[in-house]
């Protein structure tokens, strides 16, 4: 079944893909870790899964709903929780992944739509003999989680290349407003997503960390669970830390239009000096009065030069001296 991916990890054998019909879960060891990753958000098929595991009172509706804030129930023999993953896309706004996970004596189940890419990579780069089956399950879990933590470090990194991205279009060329708000605003979406997402992570983490969740406590993961908070709190600060990132473009770009402002005010001003030098001698000569010059047949064509030759020479000490 293509939607249903299980590897039972052996560490005194081989590790091993099943199939949905070859899980029995009486037959694993304290040796084994079973790991069961169900693709689609389907009840039926959920179902089937946990009937392999002999779980009782699932909340069906809850593993199987899209959306919702990460939260953690405890039950008879397990415990289920959800998690929200942030999906990178390149040169795109970051998309959320929820994850739900049932976590049993030396069994994990996974539910969510698709494959997850840190998972892809997890069993990739773990292909062949590991001693996962030496785990607990719910160090096995935190491994998970801390990826996915990881993931948000990922979502953080594509944010700030578009961000260096956004800074050179602003260095290098004159960007046009509505276009420099449209990234703005994007960007600012981006970062608030990634701390509406992360965020409610805390109540679960801590409460995984807590004593009083007697499964953790007595496998003796918590230690596990404290240093993955720390983790978790780094991700936070990184996420406020890319908030401060894009907001330092706006200053950017306030500082490159207002150097565009003076260079502009400059070159009016050297513009209004020209036309006012070349005015005062259009205007002289303008003056009533009799004067040889007057009566030179190229008189007009003379001045003309006289002017020119006025503003090259302006604007020659104007360069020397880097007003414009």
């Not at 003999?129 to 953080?156: K, M, P, R, W």
């Not at 996420?239 to 306030?254: C, I, K, N, Q």
Request: proline share 2%; charged share 30%; net charge negative.
């Amino acid at each position: 079944m293509t939607d249903v991916k299980a590897c039972l990890y052996d560490s005194e054998g081989s590790d091993r893909e099943i199939t949905l019909d070859e899980i029995d879960i009486d037959s694993v060891s304290d040796k084994q870790l079973l790991w069961i990753n169900v693709l689609k958000r389907d009840e039926e098929l959920l179902e089937q899964v946990t009937s392999k595991l002999r779980l009782k009172n699932v909340p069906f509706q809850k593993v199987v709903a899209a959306s919702g804030r990460p939260d953690l129930d405890g039950f008879e023999g397990f415990f289920r929780f959800s998690i929200d993953s942030a999906v990178t896309l390149k040169n795109l706004p970051p998309e959320r992944l929820k994850v739900d996970f049932l976590v049993g004596k030396n069994f994990v189940v996974t539910v969510h739509e698709d494959e997850v890419e840190y998972f892809t990579e997890f069993r990739d780069r773990e292909n062949g003999e590991t001693q996962f089956g030496e785990l607990d399950a719910e160090v096995f879990v935190a491994t998970l989680i801390d990826l996915n933590i990881i993931s948000y470090f990922h979502a953080i990194d594509e944010l700030e290349r578009q961000v260096d991205k956004l800074d050179q279009k602003i260095l290098k060329a004159d960007l046009q407003p509505e276009e420099f708000l449209d990234e703005m605003i994007q960007l600012r979406k981006s970062v608030s997503k990634l701390r509406r997402w992360l965020t409610p992570h805390r109540k679960v983490l801590y409460a995984l960390a807590r004593a009083d969740l007697r499964q953790v406590a007595e496998s003796g993961s918590a230690k596990h669970y404290k240093r993955l908070t720390e983790h978790f709190e780094s991700a936070v600060e990184a996420v406020e830390s890319s908030r401060e990132t894009v907001l330092g473009v706006f200053d950017l770009y306030a500082t490159k239009a207002a150097q565009l402002t003076n260079l502009f005010i400059k070159r009016l001003t050297f513009l209004t000096l020209i036309t006012g030098s070349l005015g005062v001698i259009a205007g002289a000569l303008g003056m009533n009065y009799k004067a040889p010059f007057f009566d030179h047949p190229l008189g007009f064509w003379i001045t003309v030069g006289g002017m020119i030759l006025v503003a090259i020479g302006l604007t020659g000490i104007a360069r020397l001296r880097r007003w414009i």
